[in-house]
């Protein structure tokens, strides 16, 4: 069945390093792919997505590319700041479109 | 714009006991999902409403079940609750039976004694 596999964590980066989050993907189709956020005490929201082959989706300083050859969506910053210390979920929804599947998760901290 | 909201924040069940779960969609939505994080996971899929016929689910057994109603709001109920249900229930709510855009809800933590 399709399943969503991503780096263990946590990951703990100093302000203003480079990020990275490893998300690997296997799916029948061509599903869409997703990376959300889940703040401190907060809901899971949206961060970006990207719904086809070499599609880069991008918010708040955060980019992932879409890369079926390899089958991946790794995420990127090129500067983390403290506010970014949350944990992050890659996941993808299956080409009928009513079933997403998540990653376990990465929590990320940033230390001033 | 109103949010998606979940009652109640919070509650304890026992093993046995049957439990309902409520999620009130955002503004406009016809499609609510419901998804159960345990601690240290991602979601999982239980399954979706759309215009109050479920229309996918995810590897749950029966008795997770859940209702929508005209308005849009659903309710989960899981019945002879087992210790490892205790876990963070979120709602998510979209349009037209897609998930491709969902808004989720601040979730329900349920601990099973």
């Known amino acids: 069945g399709d399943s969503v596999t991503q780096m263990e964590g946590p990951v703990t980066l100093s302000e203003e390093a480079f990020l990275t989050i490893n998300c690997t993907y296997t799916?029948?189709?061509?599903?869409?792919l997703f990376w959300y956020v889940q703040y401190p005490g907060e809901g899971l929201q949206l961060l970006l997505k990207?719904?086809?082959?070499?599609d880069k989706g991008s918010n708040k300083g955060f980019e992932a590319t879409y890369r079926k050859e390899t089958t991946s969506f790794h995420l990127e910053k090129g500067s983390v700041q403290v506010s970014d210390s949350a944990v992050y979920f890659c996941?993808?929804?299956?080409?009928?479109?009513?079933?997403?599947?998540f990653g376990a998760g990465t929590r990320l901290f940033v230390k001033a | 714009e109103t949010g998606v909201t979940q009652s109640p924040t919070h509650l304890i069940k026992t093993r046995g006991q049957q439990v309902t779960l409520r999620c009130s969609s955002q503004?406009?939505?016809?499609?609510v999902s419901w998804y159960q994080q345990a601690l240290g996971q991602g979601p999982q899929f239980i399954f979706q409403y759309y215009r109050e016929e479920e229309n996918g689910r995810g590897n749950f057994p029966p008795r997770f079940s859940g209702l929508q109603f005209p308005n849009y709001s659903s309710e989960l109920n899981v019945n002879a609750l087992e210790l490892d249900d205790s876990a963070l229930y979120l709602c998510?709510?979209?349009?037209?039976?897609?998930?491709?855009?969902?808004?989720f809800g601040p979730g329900t933590r349920l601990l099973v004694l």
């Open positions: 799916a029948t189709g061509y599903p869409s």
């Open positions: 998510a709510s979209s349009l037209g039976g897609q998930q491709e855009t969902q808004y």
């Open positions: 996941a993808l929804l299956n080409t009928g479109g009513f079933k997403t599947i």
């Open positions: 990207a719904t086809k082959a070499d």
């Open positions: 503004s406009g939505h016809n499609t």
